[in-house]
């Protein structure tokens, strides 16, 4: 049931496909659109993502109303620090992540298979669904290519 509902949260997210973003690129015909009230937001992250000096940086994380942070390849990216919940994310790269049911991101991933995420996708904890996944994620590289 984890499995599945973790599927269709991913499956129901947006994919953008602007290579550099600035709000009028993501609105692109053809495309899910983000909520405007959310693009604001979506090109922060995005950016904070793409201009991390630390290599491997693949996702930029708003906890709770203006806690931003970025996590790299392998680092556990817990769903929730200090009492605040993981509100929205912004992958700049393309990974494949396993949940866990700690959030140091210990007692192995739950369910046992990975899920692949590509650049450019944005996660909103709608309802605090991010509690539904576990309390942390551990993601890998991989080799899908962002949206065209």
Do not use: H, W
């Not at 973790?6 to 053809?30: E, N, Y």
């Not at 692949?116 to 944005?122: D, H």
Request: aromatic share 10%.
């Amino acid at each position: 049931m984890k499995l599945l509902s973790t599927l269709i949260i991913f499956a129901a997210s947006m994919l953008v496909a602007a290579q550099d973003i600035t709000p009028a690129d993501v609105l692109l015909p053809g495309f899910p659109t983000i909520p405007l009230k959310l693009i604001p937001e979506y090109v922060k992250l995005y950016n904070m993502c793409q201009d991390s000096n630390i290599n491997g940086t693949y996702v930029a994380v708003r906890y709770g109303d203006n806690d931003y942070t970025t996590f790299k390849y392998n680092q556990c990216y817990p769903y929730a620090i200090d009492g605040n919940e993981a509100e929205m994310a912004v992958f700049c790269k393309s990974v494949t992540c396993y949940s866990n049911p700690n959030p140091d991101c210990t007692g192995g991933a739950v369910p046992p298979v990975p899920v692949p995420l590509v650049a450019k996708l944005f996660l909103v904890n709608v309802a605090d669904f991010v509690q539904l996944l576990g309390q942390g994620a551990t993601c890998q590289q991989n080799g899908i290519p962002p949206p065209l």
